[in-house]
């Protein structure tokens, strides 16, 4: 009997362990992004970590794995050598140790610098590439590739190099016949994510195209500086139409003031808010503080 109970203990243990691998693994994200489940709402860290290590840091996205985030997002620029590195400015000046721009800089100079901390000192981590970046989030967390449009090619090279290509987002504001130009030479296609930025006076013009069509993009990016009723209502039509809602907690004018500042003194009036606009999906600036009040709500794993 002892040795029965002893088995059964390991079966439950592994079983268990199986499980937890399962839940933490991009398996389980994309079973959830593609369901019709309402409930879990995705977080989205905004170039990693990084009021802990260096924005889009290596350092900083393997944080937001470990904390359990389902998205990181990240930036990516060009070299004058044609590789795809990890950074928000078109310019090394802020966020490196470098000068000028990243354009002009070969990878071999590039990775001599080192990136810069939020408050502008050096720390010890070098700038990665996108190579890098997607190997380390290989089957552990969705990647969504901001100012990647423009190097869909050059990306695509990586995903297959990588293996990647099913758990990565990528997002622009063209309208629909640019994005298909684009994504129609490929049979393997990224998740695609149409911005809808009502700060720009093609927002409506951009959104009626992509609603009209028989594409069903994952989610549309929704960003506002002042809720009106134009908004509301885009807001309420993509959700109708089967794909998620995108909003950001970044800052105010990408959300109307409901940004992650002000979560932190109350959070249910702030998250809440998004979640009550139909937002399933939440780009953040504070992934931790987010995942743990969404943890409170039963939202999140």
Same mark, same amino acid.
């Given at each position: ?29 994309? &079973? ?69 721009? @990243?354009?002009?800089?070969?990878? &071999? ?22 190579? $890098? ?32 290509? &099913? ?72 959700? $109708?139409?089967?794909?998620? @809602? ?14 992650? &500042? ?40």
């Amino acid at each position: 009997m002892k040795r029965i109970l002893f088995i059964a203990t390991l079966l439950l243990l592994a079983s268990c362990g199986r499980q937890e691998e399962f839940c933490n693994s991009t398996a389980f994200i994309l &079973d959830k992004l593609h369901s019709q489940d309402r409930e879990y709402v995705f977080v989205a860290s905004h170039r990693g970590d990084w009021r802990n290590f260096p924005e889009n840091s290596a350092k900083a996205v393997q944080s937001v794995i470990d904390m359990g985030a389902d998205i990181v997002e990240i930036d990516i620029m060009l070299t004058r050598d044609s590789i795809l590195v990890l950074s928000h400015d078109r310019t090394l000046d802020r966020a490196t140790t470098g000068r000028g721009p @990243v354009a002009d800089i070969t990878y &071999d100079s590039l990775s001599n610098l080192r990136l810069r901390l939020g408050h502008g000192h050096p720390s010890r981590y070098p700038v990665p590439t996108l190579e $890098e970046i997607l190997f380390l989030c290989k089957d552990r967390i969705l990647v969504n590739i901001d100012k990647g449009f423009e190097h869909y090619d050059l990306v695509m090279e990586i995903l297959a190099k990588t293996g990647t290509a &099913d758990q990565i987002i990528i997002k622009s504001h063209k309208p629909l016949d640019q994005v298909r130009a684009v994504t129609d030479r490929y049979s393997e296609k990224m998740l695609y994510m149409p911005v809808i930025d009502f700060r720009r006076n093609d927002a409506a013009e951009v959104l009626e195209q992509f609603l009209a069509s028989d594409e069903v993009p994952v989610a549309y990016e929704v960003v506002w500086a002042v809720m009106t009723p134009e908004v509301k209502q885009a807001l309420h039509r993509i959700a $109708e139409s089967g794909s998620r @809602v995108w909003t950001n907690s970044l800052w105010d004018e990408l959300c109307g003031g409901l940004e992650d &500042d002000s979560a932190l003194e109350d959070p249910d009036a702030v998250y809440g808010a998004h979640l009550a606009l139909g937002a399933t999906m939440i780009q953040t600036d504070r992934p931790g503080f987010m995942l743990d009040w969404l943890r409170t709500k039963g939202r999140h794993k």
